[in-house]
């Protein structure tokens, strides 16, 4: 498939956007001389952030000076700033959004005769540890109230958790508080324990609550994998029909989607848990590693 081939890859910093792309779309047998850079996107179906690193090669002046003054603002005691990176990865028409978050860290210096520029950021990481609630929500308050003001503090939307815990959507029947309800603590801790005690799990992905039940995946079409279409090697097993795997770099190997493997040592559908997007844009490196469920 064409489309696995010609290297394609957009870095945005905040509205800063640094293209790092290594063909011409009008030429794809033509090479460009390009940035080289490096990246790792590491997304997992728990409710830890996921988390993204970059290493940028010689960036001109103007953008190494833009993201050194984004870094001191970030090195600001109680600085509220907040600077956002999007990730989009893949092939010349057909680049795909790996990665979104907010900046936590970034580096800038000299290495023999290189500028190396490195960032690394978490999706919604930042709000995760220091987000709070302190409210008292009244008679007949509604869970997804709770929810949505969870989600809020946390700076993140509601995602498919909207549809989850609309009225009658909720397990066993819970809705609303009839005499009321204190919340205090962790923003995190809070959302964690209304949504576990329903039976789901959590996660925020792109900036969304992602919520999903044990056995539930993501409604959107099943990426399928063949040695023809970026299945590399044979998967491995693991524990309880787990599957360990790798593929050519594809944007659709999310946590929550179906994946339908078929090869010849393997036929089957999986809900990926775990995925890591790793590519070098001077390099061999243009993949994604993931770990998936038997569905």
Not at 91 to 99: E, K, L
Not at 119 to 136: C, K, Q, S
Not at 180 to 203: E, F, P, Q, R
């Amino acid at each position: 498939m064409s489309v696995l081939f010609n290297r394609d890859l957009l870095l945005t910093v905040g509205a800063l956007s640094i293209p790092l792309q290594m063909s011409d779309p009008l030429q794809p047998d033509k090479p460009q001389v390009s940035l080289h850079a490096a990246f790792s996107v590491n997304r997992t179906s728990n409710k830890d952030p996921n988390t993204a690193s970059v290493t940028v090669y010689n960036l001109n002046p103007t953008n190494r000076a833009l993201l050194k003054q984004g870094a001191d603002m970030l090195a600001t005691p109680k600085t509220a700033w907040n600077w956002p990176l999007l990730i989009e990865a893949g092939y010349v028409g057909n680049r795909m959004q790996i990665f979104s978050g907010d900046i936590r860290r970034v580096e800038v210096g000299k290495q023999a005769v290189d500028w190396v520029t490195t960032i690394e950021a978490d999706d919604g990481g930042r709000a995760y540890v220091g987000a709070r609630l302190n409210t008292y929500f009244g008679p007949g308050t509604t869970v997804r109230q709770i929810l949505q003001a969870a989600a809020d503090a946390l700076g993140v939307g509601l995602g498919n958790s909207a549809a989850k815990f609309a009225a009658g959507n909720f397990r066993k029947g819970f809705v609303n508080f009839k005499k009321g309800v204190a919340v205090h603590g962790a923003a995190s801790k809070i959302l964690d324990k209304y949504v576990t005690s329903a039976g789901y799990a959590w996660s925020i992905q792109d900036g969304q609550l992602q919520v999903l039940g044990p056995n539930e995946s993501l409604l959107d079409i099943a990426v399928v994998l063949t040695p023809t279409t970026g299945l590399i090697g044979t998967p491995s097993h693991g524990e309880k029909g787990a599957i360990n795997a790798v593929s050519l770099l594809n944007g659709e190997i999310k946590p929550g989607r179906v994946i339908d493997i078929q090869c010849r040592s393997l036929t089957g559908r999986y809900r990926a848990t775990a995925v890591t997007h790793s590519g070098d844009t001077q390099g061999s490196d243009w993949y994604s590693s993931f770990e998936a469920e038997e569905l």
